[in-house]
């Protein structure tokens, strides 16, 4: 990525209200010639929180946070610099010039080849009835498979490195990409054979990276590329950028598990739905969520491994959860994926299912109370246990409070002692898994 010069910097926040930034993430309330509210940096009852819209700039009395509406993006929104430049310049209606650097071409001669390996694989689906067949089997219609560029990579073992493979620094750049493998004994071969092919697109629609589906019974069933300068699949969604071009406003995002989840939904008429890269749900996977909508719905399989999936999912989104932010569990009936149900029953009896996930306190003490005896002492002791590290993961405020208040009354505690409970243990809650 380019340097950003220093003159856009000063444009861009010449151009930029901090109120406005501020106000759509924390409500502020008026107070003389500025702005105040409960600081979202830390738990308090009485706003020490301030934000002048003269001097551009945002200061807490209670914990020392303070800067412009730049800073407050990067810390409320875990937002690199250049992330929350970007949002800025979004809001702002501007683009974000770069200063070339050496590594920033290379960046960019890999957003060019992977976009044009992408419409390779386009060009290849209308060449092979067989993935044509399949994708009409699976009730995905031609405009679906349009947005979201889907392709074919052909059975051989040379397809794109033949076609793209012009020199050695080409064939180089396209291992980089993720696209070829090396050999053993020396030279290439492509990593994608014989799969309906998937690509993934960042926040501005550019192509990173492809996820492959084989139409027989050969293993795996799914291959996503690898981790490249432009992929980290623990930060990407898949269909997040569909969404957002399909949507003005987003209410609610739903978590599958597949690509062809998100596909067949947005078939059936569900724009909304995104799906994890083959690995568990992260921290930078839910800040990504939050800042698009304030409602997630994880929808799992009702099986062990969707538990434990859900599970993963609970425990790193818990310090995620600030005030407005909801957390939603859907499990489904065995032996059924989002994409047969909805095909099944269709959009408006999925939806349904939708309204009534469980929230996230539900779930976890739920979870909990089965894993003890809650008719005797000592099982509601230990479910007093196990919530409070938990708990104590999510952040200072209502949300927290409310956990405290159901966990206390499930066990018979009072509410004012177990609140004491879960803050002494705030600091030796245990790190949640990537």
């Given at each position: 990525?380019?340097?950003?010069?220093?003159?856009?910097?000063?444009?861009?926040?010449?151009?930029?209200?901090?109120?406005?930034?501020?106000?759509?993430?924390?409500?502020?309330?008026?107070?003389?010639?500025?702005?105040?509210?409960?600081?979202?940096?830390?738990?308090?009852?009485?706003?020490?929180?301030?934000?002048?819209?003269?001097?551009?700039?945002?200061?807490?009395?209670?914990?020392?946070?303070?800067?412009?509406?730049?800073?407050?993006?990067?810390?409320?929104?875990?937002?690199?610099?250049p992330e929350a430049v970007e949002e800025l310049a979004s809001l702002a209606g501007l683009e974000v010039p770069r200063e070339e650097s050496q590594g920033s071409e290379r960046r960019t001669d890999l957003y060019g080849l992977l976009?044009?390996?992408?419409?390779?694989?386009?060009?290849?689906?209308?060449?092979?009835?067989?993935?044509?067949?399949?994708?009409?089997?699976?009730?995905?219609?031609?405009?679906?498979?349009?947005?979201?560029?889907?392709?074919?990579?052909?059975?051989?073992?040379?397809?794109?490195?033949?076609?793209?493979?012009?020199?050695?620094?080409?064939?180089?750049?396209?291992?980089?990409?993720?696209?070829?493998?090396?050999?053993?004994?020396?030279?290439?071969?492509?990593?994608?054979?014989?799969?309906?092919?998937?690509?993934?697109?960042?926040?501005?629609?550019?192509?990173?990276?492809?996820?492959?589906?084989?139409?027989?019974?050969?293993?795996?069933?799914?291959?996503?590329?690898?981790?490249?300068?432009?992929?980290?699949?623990?930060?990407?969604?898949?269909?997040?950028?569909?969404?957002?071009?399909?949507?003005?406003?987003?209410?609610?995002?739903?978590?599958?598990?597949?690509?062809?989840?998100?596909?067949?939904?947005?078939?059936?008429?569900?724009?909304?739905?995104?799906?994890?890269?083959?690995?568990?749900?992260?921290?930078?996977?839910?800040?990504?969520?939050?800042?698009?909508?304030?409602?997630?719905?994880?929808?799992?399989?009702?099986?062990?491994?969707?538990?434990?999936?859900?599970?993963?999912?609970?425990?790193?989104?818990?310090?995620?959860?600030?005030?407005?932010?909801?957390?939603?569990?859907?499990?489904?009936?065995?032996?059924?994926?989002?994409?047969?149900?909805?095909?099944?029953?269709?959009?408006?009896?999925?939806?349904?299912?939708?309204?009534?996930?469980?929230?996230?306190?539900?779930?976890?003490?739920?979870?909990?109370?089965?894993?003890?005896?809650?008719?005797?002492?000592?099982?509601?002791?230990?479910?007093?246990?196990?919530?409070?590290?938990?708990?104590?993961?999510?952040?200072?405020?209502?949300?927290?409070?409310?956990?405290?208040?159901?966990?206390?009354?499930?066990?018979?505690?009072?509410?004012?002692?177990?609140?004491?409970?879960?803050?002494?243990?705030?600091?030796?809650?245990?790190?949640?898994?990537?």
């Amino acid at each position: 990525m380019g340097l950003i010069p220093a003159s856009f910097i000063d444009e861009l926040m010449s151009r930029t209200d901090i109120v406005e930034v501020i106000n759509a993430r924390v409500p502020l309330k008026k107070a003389g010639r500025e702005y105040k509210a409960c600081c979202p940096f830390h738990g308090e009852k009485t706003p020490s929180f301030t934000v002048s819209p003269t001097k551009q700039f945002y200061h807490c009395f209670g914990c020392g946070a303070h800067g412009t509406a730049l800073g407050f993006l990067m810390d409320f929104e875990h937002l690199s610099f250049p992330e929350a430049v970007e949002e800025l310049a979004s809001l702002a209606g501007l683009e974000v010039p770069r200063e070339e650097s050496q590594g920033s071409e290379r960046r960019t001669d890999l957003y060019g080849l992977l976009d044009a390996v992408a419409a390779f694989y386009r060009d290849e689906l209308k060449r092979h009835p067989p993935a044509i067949d399949y994708l009409k089997a699976r009730g995905i219609s031609g405009p679906t498979a349009a947005t979201f560029g889907l392709g074919w990579a052909p059975e051989a073992w040379d397809a794109v490195l033949k076609r793209f493979g012009r020199d050695d620094e080409t064939v180089q750049r396209l291992a980089t990409a993720g696209l070829l493998v090396e050999r053993d004994g020396g030279g290439h071969y492509d990593r994608f054979r014989g799969r309906v092919m998937f690509p993934i697109r960042d926040a501005r629609g550019r192509v990173i990276a492809f996820g492959g589906r084989v139409l027989g019974k050969d293993e795996p069933k799914y291959l996503n590329s690898p981790e490249t300068p432009l992929f980290h699949k623990g930060r990407e969604l898949y269909g997040l950028y569909e969404a957002r071009q399909a949507l003005r406003q987003i209410d609610r995002l739903l978590v599958v598990e597949g690509y062809m989840d998100v596909v067949g939904l947005r078939e059936a008429g569900i724009a909304w739905a995104v799906a994890t890269l083959g690995t568990a749900t992260t921290p930078d996977h839910l800040e990504r969520l939050f800042r698009v909508t304030e409602e997630v719905v994880f929808c799992f399989d009702g099986d062990r491994a969707g538990r434990q999936a859900a599970w993963r999912a609970l425990e790193n989104a818990l310090p995620t959860l600030r005030e407005g932010r909801q957390v939603r569990f859907l499990f489904l009936p065995e032996g059924e994926d989002p994409d047969s149900l909805v095909r099944a029953e269709g959009a408006e009896a999925f939806a349904a299912r939708l309204d009534h996930a469980r929230p996230l306190s539900e779930y976890l003490h739920d979870e909990l109370a089965a894993r003890v005896d809650m008719d005797s002492m000592d099982g509601r002791a230990r479910l007093a246990e196990l919530a409070k590290p938990l708990v104590a993961r999510v952040p200072e405020g209502v949300f927290r409070a409310l956990l405290v208040r159901r966990i206390a009354r499930a066990v018979g505690m009072d509410e004012a002692g177990y609140g004491r409970f879960v803050e002494a243990a705030a600091g030796e809650a245990p790190r949640a898994p990537a």
